[in-house]
């Protein structure tokens, strides 16, 4: 089944649909142990874990699709991808496109900010217009070398132009279409249902933290219609605080003791990356050779 599909298969198994940042290979094992069904690649994640860069789009269609090779490679759970603006013209997106579906993504959200974006819960955001918006859907769409790939818009109206724009400009992206709505930075549930009363495809909330919308419970997210709730940062978030706490130890301290459980030990660490299978096949084929040449010594 293609990633797509998996995807769709996925968000009629769960209302809504719980879907994690993962940064690296690693954290995506770590969100398929726990019985996530779909992984999310933030454009900010990769900005500042990879490169350690603001998200204001300096980072490349390459950069951000090298981390998506990383995380399929390791992981058979569909990804959804942050595309920010596309990262060009028309043309360009549609080489975006097909560059994620050749990285093996999901899905992917563009966004109606424009080139030089800024983060979603930051003030200073700056729109195209809806019909360059519409062009940008349709360049994607047309990009698709797999009709199961999903386009995702997402919007940032709410907090430039209200409401009620940001509910029109996704009638306008579904109609181009989107298979699915973004809607960033929204306030309140009531916004959430005004939106999901209005749009007839999958709306997606962004539940990220220290920014502008409320950290929403499921229950709440999804009495108000939400099929997606997505938590793009929180699990790099703790690792960088983890990581702050284990320098500061080590420097303070001069020994890593008191934190130590804190840490993931070696045995979890194997079992979850299926160590010992590796090292079973090792040992395997090093007493083959061994067989062979005890064998060849005896003739």
């Known amino acids: 089944m293609s990633p797509g599909k998996l995807f769709w298969k996925a ?7 719980q879907i994690v940042g993962t940064v690296n290979a690693l954290t995506a094992l770590i969100a398929k142990k726990y019985g996530f069904r779909v992984l999310y690649i933030s454009g900010a994640g990769v900005a500042n ?12 269609l390459q950069d951000v699709c090298e981390d998506v090779r990383r995380i399929t490679s390791a992981s058979d ?25 050749n990285a093996g993504a999901a899905a992917c959200h563009l966004e109606d900010q424009v080139d030089t974006k800024r983060c979603g819960h930051r003030s200073g955001k700056v729109l195209v217009t809806a019909n360059e918006m519409t062009n940008r ?5 047309d990009g698709r070398t797999k009709s199961s790939f999903i386009i995702m818009a997402r919007t940032d109206a709410h907090a430039v132009e209200g409401l009620q724009a940001a509910i029109e400009r ?4 579904v109609e181009a279409g989107a298979d699915m709505i973004f809607a960033e930075a929204l306030t309140s549930l009531e916004e959430y249902k005004k939106f999901t009363d209005t749009i007839s495809v999958p709306v997606l909330a962004n539940i990220t933290e220290f920014g502008k919308t409320p950290m929403f419970s499921i ?19 703790v690792m960088a605080a983890a990581a702050e706490k284990a320098y500061s130890t080590l420097r303070t301290e001069g020994t890593q003791k008191s934190i130590l459980n804190d840490m993931q030990t070696r045995d979890e660490l194997y079992d979850l990356i299926g160590y010992h299978k590796y090292e079973k096949k090792l040992d395997m084929l090093f007493s083959e050779n061994k067989n062979k040449a005890e064998k060849k010594k005896g003739k």
């Open 11 to 17: 968000l009629e198994k769960e209302r809504p649909l």
């Open 170 to 173: 996704s009638q306008r992206y």
């Open 219 to 237: 229950e709440e997210l999804n009495k108000a219609g939400i099929r997606m709730a997505l938590y793009p940062l929180s699990a790099n978030r």
């Open 137 to 141: 859907i349709k360049a994607a769409t």
């Open 77 to 101: 759970l569909p990804v959804l991808v942050d595309v920010d603006t596309g990262w060009g013209d028309v043309f360009m997106i549609g080489r975006t496109i097909k560059e994620m579906i």
């Open 49 to 60: 874990t990879s490169y350690g860069l603001p998200d204001l789009a300096m980072t490349t």
